[in-house]
């Protein structure tokens, strides 16, 4: 078992910048895969960012490529999204989630992951 509480969430002008955390609890951290997904109202939730255990391997959807930086502590079991030049079309629930089947694969899809926070809004004003 597995928990997750994500924070940082807010209101951001566009081009702005927020870094959202997340504090996972119940397993040692350092032995899965995490992710961070995002949901807008009336869309799919759909992949944002993932890191391997080591946090040496990150993965990121196209259309945040070069703006969102995904890391990790795993002294402090937090999982990081900082997020830069943000735009209205990132709006959006993020959430935080476990793989806690891999440690090294990165998967996308969000039936792949088995336990996730309770999300932390952000909006992007234009």
């Known amino acids: 078992q597995v928990q997750v509480v994500e924070s940082g969430g807010g209101l951001v002008q566009s081009g702005g910048s927020l870094r959202l955390s997340c504090v996972a609890s119940?397993?040692?951290?350092?032995?899965?895969?995490m992710g961070w997904f995002r949901q807008a109202p009336g869309k799919e939730r759909e992949f944002v960012a993932g890191?391997?255990?080591?946090?040496?391997?990150?993965h990121y959807a196209d259309s945040v490529k070069g703006r969102f930086t995904i890391s990790r502590d795993n002294a402090k079991n937090t999982l990081y999204l900082q997020m830069n030049s943000l735009r209205p079309e990132d709006t959006a629930v993020y959430y935080c989630?476990?793989?806690?089947?891999?440690?090294?694969?990165?998967?996308?899809?969000?039936?792949?992951?088995?336990?996730w926070g309770r999300g932390t809004q952000v909006t992007v004003s234009s």
């Open positions: 989630a476990a793989d806690v089947n891999y440690r090294n694969s990165v998967r996308f899809s969000h039936h792949e992951y088995e336990y």
């Open positions: 119940g397993r040692t951290f350092s032995n899965y895969v």
């Open positions: 890191i391997n255990w080591a946090g040496a391997i990150a």
